[in-house]
């Protein structure tokens, strides 16, 4: 029905009365009927002068772009800001005053500045009301379109590998190694050096005695694509550990991982905790639980079993039924609390009681670990550059289909 009037009203323009005369002043016109609204004809100039400004800017002595391919682009990019608003307002995407709020407190601090400087700086280049109306439109098209694209991008395991793999993934995912060695040119004593090591010997000892490599220098620092082919084990390898004997035609070498750095490189300390948590409620007040947690301490130090007690008591459904156990985890994840009494505590003791912002808990560290995380975060890196870039392309797709699925009617000669 909307389409109907807009098309009657087509020819017209927006007109102000200045005086009982019957004076007319033409404030706007319509540029495009895009789907239910409009683009207006200010829009368009303005949105024209600010590239030309900007541009100028930017790339001083430059010459713009042709004027008429110029216009199209832009006039384009208003019908999809459009469209993307539309469906913003169909899907009930809003964004807070807060949310523009931190989100120019976020800018401001990104360029050194504080909140009130970086809107002084807005305003003497032009209104900020009109700075942050535009902003937030902005903030709602980035997610009206992350929500149209995100479930159209999949990316697979094996596209991670192949693109770690690739020289493009060794370039920018860039790791180095310092592998020591030692090459037996017997199998026998090749068999014999693998179970001294097995034995727990010095890596180091080992290749003093028996090295028949001439290679004497200290290990250094190494890319993957720079050892020997057969040595490419040592991105699967931990720090410290060795390998088993790799054969190849000068004999059996045995290679150590002595360190190896990078922006994706880092070992993390874990800790395998079990906790027992019981929180308030409507039916049970905070003495109420706390002398319900402490009965339940004195049971474990009376012999009880901790997996038993937790699977009938705990109230955290994530972890009862495994008899309060949490896995492996860092104790920075867990409530400041939580992670302080992780961190205090010794091994296979159960905790005093404690609260934490969940309510009273008793926790045992069982067991704490060194855990060489690197190839989780390669894998979340090569992750994040694939996805940018097939996000683009798809998005690229998703706004072509809508544009060619909406109507459009442009009504300006450009």
């Known amino acids: 029905m909307l389409k109907k009037v807009l098309k009657k009203i087509i020819s017209l323009t927006l007109f102000f ?37 900007e541009f100028s800017k930017q790339n001083p002595g430059q010459a713009l ?34 949310e523009l709020n931190d989100y120019m407190d976020q800018i401001a601090r990104s360029n050194n500045i504080t909140l009130e400087e970086f809107i002084n700086e807005v305003s003497s280049e032009g209104s900020f009301q009109n700075f942050r109306r535009d902003l937030k439109n902005n903030l ?26 690739s020289a493009e993934g060794q370039s920018s995912i860039l790791i180095e190694y310092k592998v020591n060695q030692i090459l037996i040119k017997s199998k026998i004593q090749a068999e014999e050096i693998s179970q001294k090591l097995s034995d727990g010997e010095d890596f180091n000892d080992l290749k003093a005695r028996y090295d028949e490599s001439t290679e004497n220098e200290e290990p250094k620092w190494q890319r993957k694509s720079e ?5 490419g084990i040592v991105e699967d390898m931990q720090i410290g550990s060795h390998s088993d004997p790799l054969e190849s035609g000068a004999g059996f070498y045995f290679i150590k991982l002595e360190d190896k750095k990078g922006d994706t490189v880092k070992v993390e300390s874990q800790d395998l905790v079990r906790h027992i948590l019981i929180q308030t409620s409507e039916i049970r007040s905070d003495k109420q639980a706390e ?12 012999g009880e079993d901790f997996r038993v007690l937790a699977r009938l008591y705990s109230d955290d459904p994530g972890s009862k039924l495994n008899g309060g156990d949490l896995g492996w985890s860092t104790s920075d994840k867990y409530d400041p609390m939580f992670k302080k009494v992780i961190d205090d505590s010794n091994l296979n003791e159960v905790s005093e009681v404690f609260k934490s912002s969940f309510g009273f808990h008793i926790l045992e560290v069982l067991d704490r670990r060194k855990k060489d995380v690197s190839k989780e975060l390669q894998k979340d890196k ?7 870039r097939k996000y683009e392309e798809q998005l690229e797709r998703t706004l072509q289909e809508l544009r060619a699925e909406s109507y459009v009617d442009i009504k300006i000669n450009i």
Not at 68 to 78: A, D
Not at 140 to 160: M, T
Not at 382 to 388: Q, R, S, T, V, Y
Request: charged fraction near 25%; proline fraction near 3%; charge should be neutral.
């Open 227 to 231: 050892l020997p082919s057969l040595f």
């Open 140 to 165: 709602i098209i980035q997610r009206v379109q992350r929500g149209l694209v995100r479930p159209k991008v999949f990316i697979s395991d094996q596209e991670l590998e192949n693109y770690i793999a």
């Open 382 to 388: 090569a992750f994040k550059i694939i996805f940018e």
């Open 291 to 302: 002398e319900l947690i402490n009965e339940i301490k004195n049971r474990i130090s009376k």
């Open 17 to 53: 009365s200045l005086s009982a005369s019957g004076e007319k002043v033409i404030l706007d016109k319509i540029a495009v009927i895009v789907g239910d609204g409009l683009v207006l004809e200010s829009q368009f100039n303005l949105k024209f002068q600010k590239y030309v400004q």
């Open 65 to 98: 772009p042709p004027e008429s391919f110029l216009k199209k682009q832009i006039l384009e990019s208003l019908i999809v800001e459009e469209l993307l608003l539309q469906k913003a307002e169909r899907f009930g995407v809003r964004i807070s005053d807060q």
